[in-house]
Structures are given as C-alpha cells and as structure tokens.
Nanobody, 114 residues
C-alpha cells in the first residue's frame, strides 16, 4: 500500500525559505517519477514540480521556477522541495504525489504572511 507523508510546512515571512519532505513507502520509490502539487486557498490544485525517477530530470511551474528546487533521495525513499524567496502567493497546502498510481499524501500547510 502506497504511503506518502509530507512534513516541513509552517508559517514564514516573505523572502524566507522552507524545505518540505515527503517520506514514501509501499512501492518502488527509485523506479518512479514524483511530483509536488499545491492547492492555494479557494483555488484548484496545481502542479508545482516534477522529478524523474533518477533525479536527473526536473521541471517546474513558471510561478516557482528559479525559487523552488525539487530533489529526491532514492536510498532514503524521500522527496524534497526546497522553497526559497517565498511569496505571499505561495501560501497553499502542498502535496506529494505519485503519478503512476495517482496516490497522494495528506498535505502540509505553507503560509507566507507579513
């Protein structure tokens, strides 16, 4: 059974940084691309970043490119999202997602506020 658990969210001020983590289990993590999504308040869920199974290939939403970095540790079965220069518009619940099985974590709240 796939299990994805996000952590690392919190309340920060504009310009600050956070790193999100996703602990994965129940599937062959190293063989699967992974994604981060987010859902801002009152809006639909949106793709933030994607990473290939080996970690060599990544892509980002235009709104976060240059500020966010997705990475993974295939030994620790963990996915990460380094978020720098956070902006008010980054406030959202962030979700770890396994595309091959359309499996989701429960999310972690990131709030950027003055």
């Amino acid at each position: 059974q796939v299990h994805l658990v996000e952590s690392g969210g919190g309340l920060v001020k504009p310009g600050e940084s956070l790193t999100l983590s996703c602990a994965a289990s129940g599937f062959t993590f190293s063989g699967n691309p992974m994604t981060w999504y987010r859902q801002p308040p009152g809006k639909s869920r949106e793709l933030v970043a994607i990473i290939g199974s080996a970690g060599a290939h990544t892509n980002y939403a235009d709104s976060v490119r240059g500020r966010f970095t997705i990475s993974r540790d295939n030994i620790q079965n963990s996915l990460y999202l380094q978020m720098d220069n956070l902006q008010l518009s980054d406030t959202a619940v962030y979700y770890c997602h396994l595309p091959s099985q359309n499996a989701w974590g429960r999310g972690t709240q990131v709030t950027v506020s003055d």
